[in-house]
């Protein structure tokens, strides 16, 4: 199995079209990334998670892995609202509870880079070990465009 | 249904995470000398539950942080470098180098 993100989005007033998964079928068609799991939960004001019904269309046991994997499944409030399984002390560490704002609505994607397998494996094979790993923030990703325009502006004109 | 969260390690693309000879990452770095950021915008955070207690919330470094996020005073800052030599992140010569800087 390839690398598995988890992508938590938050939604104002879910809407859901089936607009997203059909772009996750066309990912996964191309042998880009794979939809492992979709979970849709609702945070109350006083902070518990509720886990929401899969949308119209989709399978009804949509979101069980996720829910599993993430969580623990509870029918009544037991007066707990977050349980800690590793020490953040020890390893950098996060919960669902840290990514959804109380009072809103999210769904959480366990997405699989297919892509990524092969790469992570010649990476290894070559005694790389990763450093850091992060996505460039929407102002740097404008100036890589920049310098990309620029040096191609050169090329064209050279 | 009610989901108790529980918390997972974090790891990168590669499923290793980047050691920082058990300090803090930078990231929690800058959110532990700017707890004050807490109270300025909407932090989709913690919300009073366990497993938040305790831990900052992360704010992402760099030049999307807007100026009102850093300590107002070289106060503030000389009261988070103390929180940081109390909690061991960094040694006390580090404490020193740092402190001078602030206060040359």
Request: glycine share 12%; net charge negative.
């Amino acid at each position: 199995m390839g690398p598995v993100q988890v992508l938590v989005v938050g939604f104002d007033r879910p809407a859901f079209s089936g607009e997203v998964l059909a772009e996750f079928t066309r990912l996964q068609k191309a042998g880009i990334v794979r939809l492992v799991d979709l979970l849709l939960v609702s945070r109350a004001e006083d902070g518990t998670l509720q886990t929401m019904a899969a949308p119209p269309g989709v399978a009804a046991d949509l979101g069980g892995l996720a829910a599993e994997l993430l969580g623990r499944l509870e029918s009544e409030a037991g007066g707990e609202t977050a349980a800690a399984y590793a020490d953040p002390a020890d390893v950098p560490a996060w919960s669902l509870a840290d990514a959804v704002p109380a009072g809103s609505t999210a769904a959480v994607a366990l997405i699989e880079h297919m892509w990524a397998g092969p790469l992570n494996a010649a990476i290894q094979r070559a005694g790389g070990s990763p450093r850091e790993e992060t996505w460039l923030a929407p102002d740097d990703l404008e100036a890589l465009e920049a310098l990309i325009a620029q040096r191609e502006g050169r090329t064209a004109s050279g | 249904m009610l989901l108790v969260p529980r918390q997972l390690r974090r790891a990168g693309m590669t499923g290793n995470v980047p050691y920082y000879g058990g300090r803090f990452t930078p990231a929690q770095a800058y959110a532990a000398s700017h707890r004050s950021a807490r109270s300025h915008g909407p932090v989709p955070s913690v919300g009073g539950t366990a497993s938040g207690a305790g831990r900052a919330a992360v704010p992402t470094p760099g030049r999307s942080v807007p100026p009102a996020a850093f300590p107002s005073s070289t106060t503030d800052t000389l009261l988070a470098l103390q929180h940081l030599l109390d909690a061991g992140v960094v040694t006390p010569e580090e404490y020193r180098g740092l402190r001078a800087r602030v206060t040359p």
